[in-house]
């Protein structure tokens, strides 16, 4: 499955952004981080479809989470 979010150095140098779309992937963890729920993020930048958008969370949680995982399984 292709990540919901991508870097390439021709869009908004090299920022990761949400694929298909010029919207900085920081922005939605920005607005998490200040209490805003995720309605308003998807209400102020259409282009990300929601389900880009929680990908975007659940690959976060997977890095994160990969060295507690790893170590659990061993």
Not at 23 to 47: C, I, M, N, Q, W
Request: aromatic share 8%; no cysteine; glycine share 4%.
């Amino acid at each position: 499955m292709a990540s919901s979010v991508h870097s390439d150095p021709d869009i908004m140098s090299g920022m990761v952004v949400f694929r298909g779309t010029r919207v900085p992937a920081k922005t939605l963890f920005d607005y998490l981080e200040h209490g805003r729920p995720l309605e308003e993020f998807l209400d102020h930048f259409p282009s990300v479809r929601r389900e880009q958008a929680i990908a975007a969370l659940e690959e976060a949680r997977e890095l994160l989470m990969a060295p507690f995982d790893a170590t659990v399984a061993r």
